[in-house]
């Protein structure tokens, strides 16, 4: 069976709930660590009043035991610490002639899920389209994440997420630094970027946009060291890991492209200044350079894979953009009570642990197995195999 997940959960209900089947038994969980990436979630310059209210934590409530996972399925639960300042408007139904009623949200935000969700799920209150469609699912993503992230920590696989622009602030290139120096200094940045001149720049950058009643989007980038060559396979389209994590990372809300290596940058250049060059040392097979980010035939290479999303600014906004009630249809302007301002940095976190997900996924195809121990003999046996290649 291979890794699957589902999550469920309003963003103003009680909690995020999430089931995960397929992990294998006898990985020992880091509660404190899974914690950890909850909360890195909830940072970032840019964020709304919310993240003030939240401390998210995720509850194990099956799967483990002792502090191992058994083979089960996995069940956590995030609390929503918002749910008790919304359990009115979420429990009494907004019925025509009565006060709840002025609760009913019939103003669909352009750049959200609003107006769609309430056409195609025949929702007058898009109060139910917003619930679910709002980026407060990416928390139990992350927790998920957090666990496929833990498995590939025991066969050595490391990943970083960094911000590499916000609106018209690039920042500059990280260089040749180890992905432990990337991890350990963007860790120390309000806005996930290594620079400190970049970071005030971002910042500053960021008040005026609020100020000005808009929001803004950028990109940024996960890295992933330490895979073996083969995750993946060419041999039928939905295997490529490639295409997978692509799909992964543009399932993040706002999020609007994604590139692997030098991306879209592969269609100006030549094939001589694109391809990676094969060579062969103490290590076994390598690359002279790694502008493919990892990848051919869909097939992880043995180099970083490195992957780049684009987030375009978040759609809620105190400036007011025109919109058509559904009620009326009549013209109006949008009147907003609270919105993160910029979620780049907290996005380049839920991109981590998206595309571990995705890896830990291809990588269990790859090396099967009930238990860790049956895991790691499968993962021994083959880096023999690659050795003797
Ligand atoms: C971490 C994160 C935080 C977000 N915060 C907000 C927000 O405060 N307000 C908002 O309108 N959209 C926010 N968004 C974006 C919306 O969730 C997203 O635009 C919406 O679900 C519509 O989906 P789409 O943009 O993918 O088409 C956020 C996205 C992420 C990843
Ligand atoms: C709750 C989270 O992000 C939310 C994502 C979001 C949206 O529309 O996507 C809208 C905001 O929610 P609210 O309207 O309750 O302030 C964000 O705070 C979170 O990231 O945990």
Redesign the pocket.
Known sequence: MSLRFLTAGE??GPQLTAIIEGMPSNMTVDFEQLNNHLLR??KGYG?????QI?T?TAQIVGGVRHGRTTGAPIALVVE?K?WKHWTSIMNVEPIEGTDEEKRRVHRPRPG?ADLNGGLKYNLKDLRNV?ER????E??ARVACGALARQLLEQFGIKIAGHVIRIGEIEAPPVGDISIDALIERTEQSSVRVVDEETEKKMEAYIDQIKKEGDSIGGIVECIVEGLPVGLGSHVQYDRKLDGRIAQGVMSI??FKGVEIGIGFEAGILRGSQVHDEIEHGENGYTRASNRLGGFEGGMTNGMPVVVRGVMKP???LYKPLRSVDIDTKEAFTAQV????AC?VP?ASVVMEHVVAWEIAKAFLEKFGGDSMEEIRANYENYLNQLAQY
Do not use: C, V
């Not at 964020?47 to 993240?51: F, I, K």
């Open positions: 963003t103003h979630r909830q964020r709304g009043r919310r993240m939240e998210d929503n918002d959200h917003l469609s709002s980026a407060r990416t928390a809300n706002a978040i759609p809620t009570e609270r919105s993160d979620a907290a």
